[in-house]
């Protein structure tokens, strides 16, 4: 059982092993960064130690070594989201670099009379390059609200397919500050009927939810390596080959081109057509080693188990007066976003920072969510990974408990 091999599994990960104000640090920022096994970081100094060289370049050995292993890598990629092959997956700086991509290239497809549609939970990374690319085009930029429960409200969504000429519908799969799962198959489904095109957010999903492209028929789909056990700077545009192969290049330089003449330029077909430049590619490596440790361990174990971790922590949650949490439990996955009354999340996050806990603060890169739906300003965010433990979740709650009256008294 999973939970019997937590030692094993925490000793993977260097960096927990370590005291932060004189307690046994309590990593539960996960949602923001997670943290590398050995196995990646092995990987990546593997790589740079006896194999390095720029990919797709030479023809000598080092390049080849180099460029078979990025290779590998998107094969890698390919097995783990489910996509039918590897050229739809395109290597990017990560989700937020996808996302600004999709929506470059998107800027063909839209103008005044089609709108683009996200939904109210999105992160600033999904929301914003829609908002602009509606502004730089004309098109309208509309949003998709929520039920009363937190849930994407899938009526609303279907009356906007129905009266507008949705080019583009972007979807978050798992929500960075709600934790709910979203039903991105639905909404693919809902979209596919009227000729939109969905693009899902990814980014809190790949390491705990099983990704499956081809189930979910999402157009595009996003994500980033460090939010997976890979390094920073490294994440993936997936998109549909057909739909890869009509979108024009928005990055140019080497790599992605085909014939240069200082009159004209064809270029390369996808992905490289979308790969400008060297490639993160020893982050690609490493974000494939990353997939091998995640298989290894169990994507289902992982996600049940951080699932039922959630779980327990939103319970033990609900022993501190005042405390509540955003959002739809009967959805909730990844994370979980509370504000406590009369308290301040900055200094409820400094004042477990100096008991050795790593929380979230902030707006969570979620302004409109948290302003305009919530009417609340910043929130914490408690984010397990299947490296936290029970044990774990008690001290927080514990701490958080003697904090948030501490807080209090000294008001
Ligand atoms: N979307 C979601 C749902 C996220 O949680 C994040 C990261 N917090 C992003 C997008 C952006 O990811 P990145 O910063 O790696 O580009």
């Known amino acids: 059982d999973f939970a019997d091999r937590i030692d094993a599994i925490r000793?993977?990960?260097?960096?927990?092993?370590?005291?932060?104000?004189?307690?046994?640090?309590?990593?539960?920022?996960?949602?923001?960064?997670?943290?590398?096994?050995?196995?990646?970081?092995?990987?990546?100094?593997?790589?740079?130690?006896?194999?390095?060289?720029?990919?797709?370049?030479?023809?000598?050995?080092?390049?080849?070594?180099?460029?078979?292993?990025?290779?590998?890598?998107?094969?890698?990629?390919?097995?783990?989201?489910?996509?039918?092959?590897?050229?739809?997956?395109?290597?990017?700086?990560?989700?937020?670099?996808?996302?600004?991509?999709?929506?470059?290239?998107?800027?063909?497809?839209?103008?005044?009379?089609?709108?683009?549609?996200?939904?109210?939970?999105?992160?600033?990374?999904?929301?914003?390059?829609?908002?602009?690319?509606?502004?730089?085009?004309?098109?309208?930029?509309?949003?998709?609200?929520?039920?009363?429960?937190?849930?994407?409200?899938?009526?609303?969504?279907?009356?906007?397919?129905?009266?507008?000429?949705?080019?583009?519908?972007?979807?978050?799969?798992?929500?960075?500050?709600?934790?709910?799962?979203?039903?991105?198959?639905?909404?693919?489904?809902?979209?596919?009927?009227?000729?939109?095109?969905?693009?899902?957010?990814?980014?809190?999903?790949?390491?705990?939810?099983i990704v499956n492209v081809q189930d979910a028929d999402c157009d595009f789909l996003c994500f980033s390596g460090h939010k997976m056990l890979g390094p920073a700077g490294i994440g993936v545009l997936y998109g549909k080959r057909e739909l890869l192969a009509e979108l024009s290049p928005v990055r140019f330089g080497g790599e992605m081109v085909d014939k240069v003449s200082f009159a004209e330029t064809t270029f390369e077909k996808p992905p490289l057509r979308f790969e400008a430049g060297t490639p993160n590619y020893p982050g690609a490596i490493a974000l494939a080693a990353a997939i091998g440790y995640i298989e290894s361990a169990g994507r289902d174990k992982i996600a049940s188990y951080e699932h039922e971790l959630t779980a327990y922590a939103e319970r033990a949650l609900g022993s501190i007066d005042g405390l509540h949490v955003l959002g739809d439990p009967a959805r909730r996955a990844g994370c979980l976003s509370f504000t406590v009354d009369d308290v301040h999340p900055f200094d409820l996050a400094t004042f477990m920072d100096k008991q050795g806990v790593a929380l979230r603060s902030g707006n969570q890169c979620a302004q409109p969510l948290l302003h305009e739906v919530y009417g609340v300003q910043n929130v914490t965010r408690l984010s397990p990974a299947f490296y936290n433990t029970h044990v774990e979740i008690d001290s927080c709650v514990e701490l958080l408990g003697r904090t948030v009256a501490l807080l209090r008294a000294a008001r």
Not at 35 to 50: C, E, F, G
Not at 57 to 80: K, M, P, Y
């Open 11 to 209: 000793g993977d990960f260097p960096i927990l092993e370590q005291r932060i104000g004189g307690r046994p640090l309590i990593y539960l920022d996960n949602g923001a960064t997670t943290q590398m096994p050995d196995a990646v970081l092995d990987a990546l100094a593997a790589h740079y130690r006896t194999d390095n060289a720029n990919v797709h370049r030479g023809i000598h050995t080092l390049s080849e070594r180099s460029t078979a292993a990025f290779e590998r890598a998107r094969r890698t990629v390919q097995r783990f989201v489910n996509a039918a092959e590897s050229d739809e997956i395109v290597f990017t700086g990560g989700t937020t670099d996808a996302i600004n991509m999709a929506a470059r290239a998107w800027e063909e497809r839209v103008g005044p009379g089609s709108t683009i549609a996200v939904t109210a939970l999105e992160h600033h990374a999904n929301l914003v390059p829609w908002q602009q690319l509606c502004k730089r085009t004309g098109a309208r930029f509309e949003v998709i609200p929520l039920t009363p429960q937190g849930d994407i409200d899938l009526e609303a969504l279907e009356t906007v397919l129905r009266s507008q000429k949705v080019s583009l519908v972007a979807v978050a799969h798992v929500s960075n500050v709600l934790g709910s799962v979203n039903p991105v198959r639905e909404i693919a489904a809902m979209a596919h009927e009227r000729g939109t095109c969905v693009l899902v957010d990814a980014a809190q999903s790949v390491r705990h939810e």
